[in-house]
C-alpha cells in the first residue's frame, strides 16, 4: 500500500508561481510511476503530468508544457510540481498520484491517489 500526501497549494496571482510536493510512503518495492492530475469545479479530473521512475522520461499536457516542470528524489520518495507562469484556468485540486506500470495519461492506470490541493489563481 501507498499513502501520498499532497502539499504546497495556495492562492497566487496570474502570472505567479507555485510549488507542489508529493511525498509517498507505505510499503512499495515496485518502481512507480507518478503523476499529476487536476480537477477544475464542474470538470473532469485531467492528467497534469507524468514522470517514470529514472526520471528522465516525462510527460505534459499541452496546456501547461512550457510552464510546468514535474521532478523527483527517489531517495526521498518525493514528486514536486513547479508551476510558472500560472493562469486562472489552472486553478483546480491537483493531486499526486502513483502508478505500478509504465509512464501513462490515464487516470485508470493509477492505483493510488492523495486527497488533493487546491491551487487558485486570481485574475
Known amino acids: 500500500q501507498v499513502q501520498l500526501v499532497e502539499s504546497g497549494g495556495g492562492l497566487v496571482q496570474a502570472g505567479g508561481s507555485l510549488r507542489l510536493s508529493c511525498a509517498a510512503s507505505?510499503?512499495?518495492?515496485?518502481?512507480?510511476?507518478m503523476g499529476w492530475f487536476r480537477q477544475a469545479p464542474g470538470k473532469e479530473r485531467e492528467f497534469v503530468s507524468n514522470?517514470?521512475?529514472?526520471?528522465?522520461?516525462?510527460d505534459y499536457a499541452a496546456s501547461v508544457k512550457g510552464r510546468f516542470t514535474m521532478s523527483r528524489d527517489n531517495a526521498k520518495n518525493t514528486v514536486s510540481l513547479q508551476m510558472n507562469s500560472l493562469k486562472p484556468e489552472d486553478t483546480a485540486v491537483y493531486y499526486c498520484?502513483?502508478?505500478?506500470?509504465?509512464?501513462?495519461?490515464?487516470?485508470?492506470?493509477?492505483?493510488?491517489w492523495g486527497q488533493g490541493t487546491q491551487v487558485t489563481v486570481s485574475s
Open positions: 507505505g510499503r512499495f518495492s515496485i518502481r512507480l510511476t
Open positions: 498520484a502513483a502508478a505500478r506500470g509504465p509512464t501513462t495519461r490515464s487516470l485508470g492506470d493509477y492505483d493510488y
Open positions: 514522470i517514470g521512475w529514472s526520471g528522465d522520461q516525462t
